[in-house]
Every structure is written in C-alpha cells, then in structure tokens.
C-alpha cells in the first residue's frame, strides 16, 4: 500500500516538476508584473486565458466569478485592478449592452502566444525521443488523467485501485 501512495506521490510531483522546468526554460519571457499579482488574480489570468477565445466576445463577470468560486462584486474589484494593470481589456458586450465582456490584452495575447510556442517545441523535442508506439499511449494517457482530474472522466469515477 506504502509503494502505491509512493508511486502516486511521484506521478504528480514529476508533473509539477515538468511544468517548473519547462517555465525555466521560458526564462528570457519573464514578466515582472506576475511577481506583482496576488494568488488569486494569477487565477484569473488563467481563466480568461484558458476559457476565452480570441474569435469570442469575452467572459462575463458572473462567468469570471462562478469558475472562481468569488462573489461577483470580488471578481469586478479584481477585473479593474487587472485593467489599469494593463493585462485585461474590459469592453461592452457587443450582444449584450448591458453587460461586459473581459479579455486578456494584447500585449499579454502575444506573449503568452510566445510561452506557448516555446512550450510545444519543447513537446514536440521530448515526443521526437519516444517510441512511435508508445506516443498514442502516452498522449491517451495524459488526457485520462487530465479529464479525471478536471472532473470530468470518459469512464467511471471511482476510488483508485
């Protein structure tokens, strides 16, 4: 039982690790104003980015505050502070006048687009040293885990095994 916790213990921290690395790769991308933001407004930035789509109007405010789990009032306060820091744009609803709809700026756009360009390079390296077979498993593997944990598993969610 000790080596399974073990074994587990060790999956998920190599794949912290594997992120670490991968941001220090990313050294010259560097931003200072991220050293600047709290915990929770980082989890913002990542919302939007992850939830919102270039080709899309934007995330509503009651959006923003039911994935984070944070009074709407909490998620405006946040949004402005994101504003004048120049990472979010905040913009009317061109469906919806009333309400708005928040993006991430530009310039932030552009370098994330860089992070991640950096990021499947790196990928596509390490996928190039894995055996062409066990490619499929590995990419099948990752997305199991990467739905289980989201909440949202193909298959049953149970208790491990």
């Known amino acids: 039982m000790k080596k399974t916790e073990t074994g587990c213990s060790d999956l998920w921290r190599a794949v912290f690790r594997i992120g670490g690395y991968m941001r220090e790769r990313n050294r010259g991308s560097e931003d200072k104003i991220f050293y600047k933001l ?5 989890r913002m930035i990542q919302c939007v980015y992850v939830c919102g789509r270039e080709d899309a109007p934007g995330l509503s405010l009651k959006f923003l505050a039911e ?6 009032a909490a998620a405006s306060e ?24 928040i993006r991430i700026s530009g310039e932030f756009q ?3 687009r860089q992070s991640e360009q950096l990021f499947d390079r790196l990928t596509a390296d390490f996928m190039k040293t894995v055996d062409p077979g066990e490619r499929e498993i590995f990419a099948k593997v990752l997305r199991l885990w990467n739905d289980y ?3 949202t598993p193909s298959g049953e969610q149970g208790g491990t095994s």
Not at 38 to 42: A, D, K, S, V, W
Not at 88 to 96: K, L, S, V, W
Request: charged fraction near 25%.
């Open 78 to 101: 946040m949004v402005n502070t994101l504003v004048r820091k120049g990472v979010f744009t905040r913009e009317e609803n061109p469906t919806d006048r009333r309400a708005i709809s």
């Open 149 to 151: 944990a989201a909440g």
């Open 110 to 112: 552009q370098r994330f």
């Open 38 to 42: 709290t915990y929770n407004q980082l």
């Open 67 to 72: 994935k984070l789990g944070i009074t709407p």
